[in-house]
């Protein structure tokens, strides 16, 4: 008996259903470029959207007009001391020196060079500090690369008419003062 139905099975074709089952499950070889437009077009929007949230939240959080930012420097007398209430600090840099030095500054426009004869008068930079911070810094050093023949040179800063920083030496000398109100 086993003999017969070994035959039966190999001597019958499989169902017509089963062949329509094996087509329905194979997959789709078919290439769908609308797909992948779709997908490149979302990717973009995404990115797109970034980018837009970035810009509106401010991609640079520093202050506007911070130190090196500005547009514009303010001139004041030297003798106006104090601050009233929300006026800007008043920030003076003064340099003197026996022979001629190079200045190297910071103010409201960034970095700056400057050269200085010396001699009996003094140099100086006068601004008004635009925002609540400031980092500032002088540095003197001699014009020439003599250093057998040393000489003085000072510097100094104010801030409100005010000597917040001083300093003097023959080879070079820095003040650096980083400005926070109260």
């Known amino acids: 008996m086993a003999d017969t139905h070994d035959l039966q ?20 070889k078919k ?4 797909l992948l437009v779709g997908i490149l077009i979302a990717v973009i929007a995404l990115v797109g959207l970034v980018l837009a949230i970035g810009v509106g939240v401010g991609v640079n959080p520093a202050p506007k007009g911070a130190l090196g930012t ?3 420097v303010s001139a004041t007398d030297s003798n106006q001391g104090g601050s009233s209430g929300d ?3 008043k920030v003076e840099y003064i340099v003197t020196a026996e022979a001629p030095v190079k200045i190297n500054f910071s103010d409201n426009l ?9 001699g009996k008068g003094r140099w100086t930079k006068r601004f008004n500090l635009e925002e609540y911070y400031g980092d500032l810094n002088i540095l003197v050093t001699k014009q020439t690369d003599d250093y057998d023949n040393p000489f003085t040179m000072t510097c100094e800063i104010k801030i ?13 000398v820095s003040c650096n003062k980083i400005y926070y109100p109260r």
């Open 9 to 28: 099975f190999s001597s019958q074709d499989p169902p017509s259903s089963f062949n329509q089952w094996e087509s329905e499950a194979a997959p789709s």
């Open 31 to 34: 290439f769908r470029p609308s």
């Open 70 to 72: 500005s547009s514009s």
């Open 87 to 89: 006026s800007a600090p």
């Open 110 to 118: 960034g970095d700056h060079l400057e050269k200085f004869n010396g």
């Open 160 to 172: 409100d008419g005010k000597t917040v920083k001083k300093s003097d030496g023959e080879y070079a």
